[in-house]
């Protein structure tokens, strides 16, 4: 399942400001709980191919360690593309709630 | 450890070296901080739990190189129309240069140079008609992670329409040039002989780069797909 939505997951985890690969994991780790445990490695192919879609911008930084990083940002076809994605996941989200409901949860208890 | 990994990743992208000199800055950097975020355990130790976190080289080199095939046909589809379009504007600018020295085919050979005229013509169009199928095929892009039949199918017929485009723009250049040939009345080093010949190269060079960007495609979807099925 997280696979389906790894594009979807990387534009929202740079959506609060631009980030380099191992801080766009920090990043997914945190909003999400530790909930997601995805090899580190596969997020990289998707940040490439993110940008050749169009959505990100990348560009190399020097951190203070010394060393230099691709630093990514939304463009704003990228954000036009998170807030698509975004409200699809949301009547997905509600019509399975809906589906699933509380009712009968309760009414077995 | 960490480049030894990093090689074993980049040997499976040697195919595509700007994006495995981008991939190994990268990575490299990635498995560093992750070393350097875990110092309580031993360096080797440390290196070890990066790497295992960071996943399969096989499958990371097989995602890029999915990547990359789709950056590769994009480029193709766009050098198809650009070398088409830039053929036929040095096609008439030679005519036009014809027109304005006045070099004319002789009575002898009109017969030959109107069916190589014939020839040239037909096959330049049917490379425009194949041309604009390879870019809008280009365009569809979405080669997924997993080469699935429908992605197979999509890159064959891709690199057929090319292949056959450029087989077009061949034959046409090849026209081209005899008639270049039939026109120019002696070797020389006088304008009149040097335009021709030069504008004739430039055709040539470019059906040349169109040849080689088709190959290094299809090289390209044989070894995303020997990848994507080694996993």
């Known amino acids: 399942m997280l696979k389906g939505h790894l594009d979807l997951i990387v534009l929202a985890a740079l959506s609060g400001r631009p980030a380099h690969g191992y801080a766009v994991i920090e990043e997914i780790r945190r909003k999400s709980g530790q909930a997601f445990d995805l090899p580190e490695g596969t997020i990289y192919p998707a940040l490439h191919r993110l940008e050749q879609a169009g959505l990100l911008v990348s ?3 020097t951190a203070d360690s010394g060393r230099r990083r691709r630093v990514y940002a939304l463009t704003r076809r990228g954000r036009g593309a998170l807030a698509e994605r975004r409200a699809v996941w949301q009547r997905f989200s509600d019509a399975i709630g809906g589906l699933l409901g509380t009712e009968p949860l309760t009414r077995l208890t | 450890m960490i480049d030894a990994y990093v090689d074993s990743l980049l040997l499976a992208l040697r195919h595509d070296r700007s994006l495995a000199r981008r991939v190994r800055r990268e990575v490299e950097d990635h498995l560093w901080e992750a070393v350097r975020a875990d110092p309580s355990v031993e360096s080797r130790e440390a290196q070890r739990r990066a790497i295992a976190v ?4 096989g499958l990371i080199a097989a995602q890029f190189a999915a990547v990359s095939l789709q950056k590769q046909t994009r480029r193709t589809g766009a050098a198809v129309v650009l070398i088409v379009a830039g053929v036929y504007i040095t096609m008439k600018a030679r005519v036009a240069w014809y027109a304005l020295m006045e070099c004319a085919i ?8 109107q069916l190589v005229g014939s020839i040239d013509r037909y096959s330049f169009w049917l ?12 365009g569809r892009g979405g080669f997924q992670v997993s080469l699935s039949r429908k992605h197979r199918n999509l890159c064959r017929r891709f690199i057929f329409l090319c292949s056959a485009a450029a087989i077009a723009l061949v034959v ?10 039939l026109r120019l009345p002696k070797v020389d080093l006088s304008l009149e002989f040097l335009i021709p010949t030069l504008s004739m190269l430039c055709e040539i060079l470019g059906a040349g780069v169109l040849v080689g960007q ?6 390209r979807v044989a070894i995303t797909r020997t990848m994507l099925e080694a996993l």
């Open chain 2, 214 to 219: 088709i190959r290094s495609t299809a090289q």
């Open chain 2, 127 to 138: 490379s425009v008609v194949l041309g604009a199928g390879c870019w809008a095929y280009s």
């Open chain 2, 106 to 113: 002789s009575n002898e050979i009109a017969a030959i140079a």
């Open chain 2, 172 to 181: 046409s250049v090849i026209s081209d040039a005899v008639l270049t040939l």
């Open chain 2, 54 to 57: 960071f996943g399969n080289p």
């Open chain 1, 59 to 61: 560009h190399w930084e």
